[in-house]
């Protein structure tokens, strides 16, 4: 499985990014996926995850900002970041776990190498 993220940039507060992540070598009839983000100097962060039903979940801080979604027949997984924060400021990654449904407790064991969000005030 190889996924590659693309979307990323500089903008200022307020502003909108929607981020790509192309997914090549699936097999899997149902999975799930998942943005991530690290900041300098902190954890990685769970963001958002989809599975192959539809069903999302978010962490409370991008809530009604982001919004996840998956386009099965392209194997594509996208976030779209309205109202941007300079604390959006990490670098995100792109995740997936096959044979899955519940999204939030699994290890992700296929990762991206990650596309920088900035967001200056």
């Known amino acids: 499985v190889q996924l590659v993220e693309s979307g990323g940039g500089s903008v200022q507060a307020g502003g909108s990014l929607k981020l790509s992540c192309a997914a090549s070598g699936f097999i899997a009839d149902y999975y799930c996926m998942g943005w991530f983000r690290q900041a300098p100097g902190k954890e990685r962060e769970r963001v958002a995850l989809i599975n192959t039903d539809g069903a999302t979940t978010y962490t409370d801080s991008v809530k009604g900002r982001f919004t996840i979604a998956l386009d099965n027949a392209k194997n594509t997984l996208y976030l779209q970041m309205n109202s941007l924060k300079p604390e959006d400021t990490a670098m995100y990654y792109c995740?997936?776990?096959?044979?899955?449904?519940?999204?939030?407790?699994?290890?992700?064991?296929?990762w991206g190498q990650g596309t920088q969000v900035t967001v200056s005030s």
């Open positions: 995740a997936s776990m096959p044979w899955v449904k519940q999204c939030g407790h699994v290890e992700y064991n296929y």
